[in-house]
């Protein structure tokens, strides 16, 4: 109940293509997703979050798409650069909690 | 800036040694957190503080691994003895609120031979 399942593990995308990331949690207490992005030799940064009361948050060429009734939520690059190379971590907590769950990350590739 | 440092950031030791890695969370964040990345795994949860009291290191083998935080400067994880299974990247966050923005340190790559 406390997993946060990710999918794929590794993803390869043409530059200016659409990268897509999903993730799906069991445990509806959870009311805050965020999406983590690390470069080789860094730490998790944080990139972008919601909570379960909207459908979609956008950031620049960042969005998550969130299902509530699914218990899935997703994270769409668009446009994507090959500075986006990374391995993006989602991840869930329950109001209160100190405790993050991660989804155990997918490393994505961008081809130039 | 303001940034969680981490040290050592390499460290490769023998099996049976003690290992010992140090973080400064970021001032004025109250809550910090050890992870520990491996490729199988993905970043686990080792252990957490908050205002420096431990409240949940059920993530650690206890036989071997410690955590404290003798102040609001510094916080420490050790391993006792160290095994070659230990080898990883271990992470320190820290946050200043519930729910929020984890910010994280550059890691220690442990190497155990």
């Known amino acids: 109940q406390q997993q946060v399942k990710q999918s794929p593990q590794s993803l390869i995308v043409q530059k200016g293509g659409i990268s897509i990331i999903n993730c799906a949690y069991e445990n509806t207490a959870f009311d805050y997703f965020p999406w983590y992005q690390q470069f080789p030799g860094k730490g998790p940064a944080l990139l972008i979050a919601i909570r379960p009361d909207v459908s979609e948050k956008k950031e620049g060429r960042f969005t998550i798409s969130f299902n509530k009734s699914a218990k899935q939520f997703s994270l769409h690059i668009m446009d994507s650069q090959p500075g986006d190379s990374a391995t993006y971590f989602c991840a869930a907590s329950m109001g209160g909690d100190d405790k993050i769950i991660f989804g155990k990350g997918t490393r994505l590739h961008i081809l130039p | 800036d303001a940034r969680v440092t981490q040290t050592p950031r390499h460290k490769v030791t023998e099996m049976g040694q003690e290992v010992t890695m140090r973080c400064q969370p970021i001032?004025?964040?109250?809550?910090v957190f050890w992870y520990r990345q491996t490729m199988m795994q993905g970043l686990e949860l080792l252990a957490y503080f908050r205002n420096r009291a431990p409240l949940d290191d059920s993530g650690m083998p206890k036989d071997r691994f410690s955590a404290e935080m003798p102040d609001a400067t510094l916080a420490t994880l050790k391993i006792q003895p160290s095994e070659p299974r230990d080898s990883a990247v271990y992470f320190c966050?820290?946050?200043?609120?519930?729910?929020?923005?984890?910010?994280f340190g550059e890691g220690s790559r442990l190497t155990v031979l």
């Open positions: 001032l004025g964040h109250n809550t």
């Open positions: 966050a820290s946050r200043d609120r519930v729910p929020g923005e984890l910010f």
